[in-house]
């Protein structure tokens, strides 16, 4: 069967596939592939995607000039998604004899926004983690304005997407703002770093599965009231809105979305690890918290953390012991089937790649106290002190930390150690239910 008949026969599936877990990650990663093999013009890139338009449109979008340009075009969008997409989502699609194109494989670039071209895919990962030392460069060289910058980073871009945007900015000041830029690139990285490219061990890669598995199958329904049945949280969940609290010079009213919650947008001290979503009673958080732990056991966001631990604040409350760190990971969260040791050690060496999320903090009934520091990971302590350490960052430094509560709950003493506030306001009427 030709590309453009299998485009066409699986048009609804492609498009779950590309909008997967609401996020713009998928379909923005095949745009990227189709410009550079030159599958795509920029004109096209830029009717595709812009701010205000839904995801689902800018998929649908680019299914329907695939097909207007014809079999070739399909082919390669094929190609791209067979490429993108995780072994999981391209599970039942159908790709065909799908191939990259030999522009993929096409002659050295001769100039700098060839090279920005033909390399995007790369760009963007090497460049999403240092937008603003590259927007540094490009400022200080005279190459962009102040504006230009702001442009960037505009709080609703993720850190892919400001990325995105800055390269196209720079191709579309010519070849000069290219050269400044890749140099930049090559600059960053000849400097000696620490190696980021260390092997993980079998062992916590085994754990991560079965972390996996078990936050699946708890996240996947959402009980009813009163306990009576259950609904699937994919059939029922709805776009969340979202904004960053007064208390930060970026508050601002433009909605964020799921994975901005760990994004740099609306931080107040960089320093901390605690991000708090706070909401009245009834506006979700729980459901938010859970459709989290759903998309980062599918696979489907927040994929630079190896492990995601959860805890119920409630659950808590029951635990009358005194519980080290190892202890309250393994007990509350998913036991290891072997070498807890190696594991443990692990997540002590790796806290950049560890998410902890706290459901329900204002159902804690036990106090907090800044007055008492608790800064061993094997010594056990009280669980209100082994809660109040970690949050606070005396205990685990580094992990990132995401805690549910009312407004009115947290206490002055645990608000100085928030890296960023956001507001949960409830569920939009018009979210998106093809999830």
């Keep these: 069967m030709g590309a453009q008949r299998l485009v066409q026969g699986q048009r609804a599936e492609l498009l779950q596939a590309l909008c997967y877990g609401g996020s713009a990650e998928g379909l923005e990663s095949v745009i990227d592939l189709l410009l550079a093999w030159e599958v795509l013009l920029s004109e096209d890139h830029q009717?595709?995607?812009?701010?205000?338009?839904?995801?689902?449109?800018?998929?649908?979008?680019?299914?329907?000039?695939?097909?207007?340009?014809?079999?070739?075009?399909?082919?390669?969008?094929?190609?791209?998604?067979?490429?993108?997409?995780?072994?999981?989502?391209?599970?039942?699609?159908?790709?065909?004899?799908?191939?990259?194109?030999?522009?993929?494989?096409?002659?050295?670039?001769?100039?700098?926004?060839?090279?920005?071209?033909?390399?995007?895919?790369?760009l963007v990962r090497k460049l999403r983690g240092g937008v603003a030392a590259a927007l540094k460069a490009l400022l200080e060289s005279g190459s962009f304005t102040v504006y230009d910058c702001d442009e960037v980073q505009l709080l609703l871009y993720t850190p892919s997407q400001q990325a995105r945007r800055l390269l196209d900015l720079v191709q579309?000041?010519?070849?000069?703002?290219?050269?400044?830029?890749?140099?930049?690139?090559?600059?960053?990285?000849?400097?000696?770093?620490?190696?980021?490219?260390?092997?993980?061990?079998?062992?916590?890669?085994?754990?991560?599965?079965?972390?996996?598995?078990?936050?699946?199958a708890q996240s996947h329904f959402l009980n009813t009231y009163g306990g009576t049945g259950s609904l699937s949280l994919d059939d029922i969940y709805t776009e969340v809105l979202l904004e960053v609290a007064k208390g930060s010079s970026e508050a601002q009213q433009q909605p964020l979305g799921l994975q901005d919650i760990l994004g740099l947008v609306g931080t107040v001290n960089e320093e901390a690890d605690l991000v708090l979503v706070s909401g009245e009673a009834g506006s979700g958080k729980s459901t938010l918290l859970q459709r989290l732990h759903l998309l980062w056991a599918r696979g489907a966001a927040l994929q630079d953390f190896l492990f995601l631990f959860p805890f119920s604040c409630r659950r808590l409350n029951s635990e009358e012991r005194e519980l080290s760190l190892k202890d309250l990971l393994f007990l509350h969260c998913c036991w290891p089937d072997q070498d807890q040791g190696l594991l443990f050690q692990y997540i002590l060496d790796h806290p950049h790649k560890v998410i902890f999320t706290f459901d329900g903090m204002d159902e804690f009934r036990l106090g907090f106290s800044d007055e008492q520091r608790h800064c061993s990971p094997t010594l056990p302590a009280p669980v209100s002190i082994l809660l109040f350490n970690l949050l606070q960052g005396s205990l685990m430094k580094g992990v990132r930390k995401v805690a549910t509560s009312r407004p009115e709950a947290i206490t002055p003493s645990l608000r100085g150690y928030l890296h960023k506030e956001v507001l949960l306001k409830g569920f939009s009427a018009g979210g998106s239910t093809a999830l």
């Design 47 to 122: 009717s595709l995607r812009t701010p205000s338009q839904p995801l689902y449109s800018s998929a649908r979008a680019l299914l329907d000039l695939a097909c207007i340009q014809g079999e070739s075009t399909c082919a390669s969008l094929l190609a791209a998604l067979n490429q993108v997409l995780p072994e999981t989502q391209r599970a039942g699609l159908r790709f065909g004899d799908c191939r990259v194109p030999p522009q993929g494989a096409g002659p050295v670039p001769i100039t700098a926004a060839q090279a920005l071209r033909r390399d995007r895919p790369l």
């Design 172 to 216: 579309s000041k010519g070849e000069s703002t290219a050269e400044v830029l890749l140099q930049h690139i090559q600059q960053t990285e000849n400097k000696p770093s620490s190696p980021v490219n260390e092997e993980i061990p079998t062992e916590c890669l085994l754990y991560q599965k079965k972390l996996r598995s078990s936050l699946s």
